[in-house]
């Protein structure tokens, strides 16, 4: 019968992410800077929530949209860290996770032959809900631009076609984020024209070195912003997305999003609606320990020998592989699993772009970071004899 499976599903295929992790995962001693999960346990009082939501009964579906007083509290975080105004009775939806959120955002704004410019190298999961929805992912090559979509490049890549800019930033895989200054420029040119501006801001909490900034806040009528707790409350296991737009687009999204899944998890929600009342400062405390990581990180690899940028938020930096070793990420990314035990995801994984690069994640403990770190040097030096 899988003949008769949909053409569109049967090209895609598993994360190159996940492909690496669960190829290198089931070798006995492997250090793994891979997968881009908080290494902290979810706040107590968070847990302490969901356990009162199950004692509550609070355990039937909820509005569609998720339940009032969870949206009204997204609203005020919005609004308080990111000056962006979103009415919780109409234009705020609650999903499962910023994975329902990107999907939910696409499938209501494609359709057949039109285009969505995104950055390359970029997290893979948007590329295929784009084909599935017959649209076309053009991919502007950000590497001689510090890995930044900005409107130069934007510009250079529109057309009659263009329907959708996705802006992930700050950026899996590359770690690096858009001023405030180059998103008024993007704000500027596309203000009027009939684009979408896709904002995936999940990262947006876990900024170093100054404010986070969304295009929402300049754009509103024409972005989707997407945001969750998955990486700022370390609550990926709860699925709790957020998908906010104005009222005339996210009442269609409303309607994509019931006939999926219904409703997000109403545990999960009142989790969530703790984390967004009494664990502002969750995000911060993690934030100051990633700070450390992300210092110690780069100063290894500059140590080595390897010109990374420092990255602006997330927790992932996006290395070069010297020039002296002849394989592609993928090989490389092998053969330094297989000679000294640490894996890494190979560029190729976050488009074409990506190759000639590998991505760690600082999502794990100092001391695994230096072990993981030493075994890497110690292969980059067999290749410098």
Not at 164 to 186: D, Q, R, V
Not at 315 to 339: C, G, H, L, R, T
Request: hydrophobic residues 40%.
């Amino acid at each position: 019968m899988e003949h008769l499976i949909n053409p569109k599903v049967k090209e895609i295929q598993i994360s190159g992410i996940r492909q690496f992790f669960n190829m290198v995962s089931s070798i006995d001693g492997m250090i793994s800077l891979t997968i881009g999960q908080p290494d902290f346990y979810t706040p107590t009082h968070i847990k302490e929530a969901a356990k009162k939501a199950i004692d509550d009964n609070f355990t039937s579906y909820t509005h569609n949209a998720g339940f009032l007083a969870l949206r009204e509290a997204v609203s005020s975080f919005l609004y308080q860290n990111y000056h962006i105004s979103y009415n919780p009775h109409t234009e705020i939806i609650v999903t499962n996770g910023a994975s329902q959120a990107i999907d939910v955002a696409l499938r209501t704004i494609l359709q057949d032959g039109v285009e969505v410019i995104l950055p390359g190298p970029v997290y893979p999961g948007y590329e295929p809900i784009i084909r599935m929805m017959n649209a076309n992912p053009i991919y502007v090559d950000t590497r001689k631009n510090n890995f930044k979509l900005t409107a130069s490049l934007i510009e250079q890549h529109l057309s009659a076609k263009t329907r959708c800019i996705i802006l992930p930033y700050p950026s899996n895989p590359t770690g690096m984020t858009l001023t405030k200054e180059e998103l008024a420029e993007i704000a500027n040119l596309v203000r009027g024209k009939d684009i979408f501006i896709v904002a995936d801001e999940i990262y947006s909490e876990l900024v170093y070195d100054k404010p986070h900034v969304s295009i929402a806040s300049m754009l509103k009528e024409q972005t989707i912003f997407i945001n969750g707790l998955s990486k700022s409350h370390a609550m990926t296991g709860w699925r709790i997305g957020f998908l906010c737009a104005h009222e005339p687009i996210a009442k269609h999204m409303l309607k994509v999003h019931q006939y999926s899944v219904s409703c997000a998890s109403s545990i999960s929600q009142r989790a969530a609606y703790e984390a967004l009342t009494n664990g502002w400062n969750d995000s911060k405390e993690m934030k100051q320990e990633y700070t450390k990581r992300r210092t110690y990180v780069y100063e290894r690899l500059q140590s080595m020998g390897l010109p990374v940028l420092l990255p602006d938020g997330a927790f992932y930096f996006f290395v070069p592989i010297p020039k002296n070793i002849d394989k592609n990420s993928f090989e490389f990314a092998v053969d330094m699993a297989q000679q000294v035990k640490v894996a890494v995801v190979p560029g190729s994984a976050f488009s074409p772009m990506g190759e000639g690069y590998v991505r760690i994640s600082y999502a794990c403990s100092l001391n695994t970071l230096q072990k993981g770190l030493d075994r890497m040097e110690e292969y980059i030096n067999t290749w410098n004899k």
